[in-house]
């Protein structure tokens, strides 16, 4: 272990700092720790890239780098994350042990903010454990951890899923296979990159991107099909319901500051 540790401190207004902690861990894989205001990530590895990502964003923020003496920040982090019950799911850590009588599902702490902690990801699985059903075609677009993903899996679905993000797809295989669950197909990219059409199609991202995609995610929508669509702050959402107003909204979902919109589609809609 090295003597010190870089500890990268992101600076945020309180609305985002859930969607940069998640943001961070899904691209570097590694303990993120969020705060008041702030995001922290300690690691021995480069932050260059991810600096570099960060402040790309269309999100102000304040970026401090500091290098540390080394402690056990990773046991401290551990210690900190607990498991999570989402309708019929308990997420846990593999220091936990499952729960009897729920659908269990392992993901480890460097990915814990896909793990259900997020206002945004818990609802979208109290949505999956509520509509999705066994046989169903689901596909998670913007797939992140690939926890949307796994908990379809679990209920009998045949998934696909996506993200534009390399390293949140290499992170969702290594998540299913350690939950020893399988996807059809995954891929680098969005929705555009198939031709099939979906039961349910899932996308957990944010308003503006929603509003980009809106479209196609109707598209890949077969007649009768559910589509959950997540990661909206509600002074966002009419972005969102104008985009899908050609579909029947049949819940609405609000936990924190964040919205969860689940829509059917009309027959020959």
């Not at 894989?29 to 008041?36: F, I």
């Not at 991810?50 to 304040?62: F, S, T, V, W």
């Not at 075609?137 to 390399?166: F, M, N, P, R």
Request: aromatic share 8%.
């Amino acid at each position: 272990m090295k003597d010190t540790y870089t500890e990268l401190k992101v600076n945020v207004d309180e609305a985002f700092v859930d969607l940069i902690a998640d943001y961070i861990s899904n691209i570097t894989n590694e303990a993120v720790e969020y705060g008041k205001g702030c995001v922290i990530l300690r690691t021995s590895n480069d932050t260059s890239i991810l600096e570099n990502k960060l402040k790309n964003l269309d999100i102000k923020l304040d970026i401090t780098k500091e290098e540390k003496e080394n402690i056990d920040w990773i046991k401290e982090y551990q210690d900190s994350i607990t498991p999570i019950e989402a309708g019929e799911f308990y997420i846990h850590p593999s220091w936990h042990s499952p729960k009897e009588g729920k659908i269990n599902i392992l993901i480890n702490p460097a990915l814990a903010f896909g793990s259900g902690h997020h206002a945004t990801t818990y609802s979208c699985l109290m949505a999956i454990s509520q509509f999705v059903k066994s046989g169903d075609e689901v596909i998670d677009v913007g797939c992140g951890s690939g926890i949307l993903s796994i908990a379809s899996s679990y209920k009998g679905a045949v998934v696909d899923l996506c993200d534009t993000d390399e390293l949140a797809v290499e992170s969702a295989i290594e998540n299913f296979q350690l939950n020893n669950k399988e996807f059809r197909q995954i891929w680098i990219g969005s929705i555009n990159k198939t031709n099939k059409k979906y039961d349910i199609v899932v996308a957990n991202i944010i308003a503006d991107v929603l509003k980009i995609l809106a479209n196609e995610l109707k598209n890949h929508l077969k007649d009768e099909g559910i589509l959950i669509v997540s990661g909206i702050l509600d002074k966002k959402e009419n972005i969102v319901t104008n985009s899908f107003k050609d579909l029947n909204l049949i819940k609405r979902v609000k936990k924190d500051e964040w919205v969860t919109l689940i829509y059917k589609k009309d027959k020959n809609g």
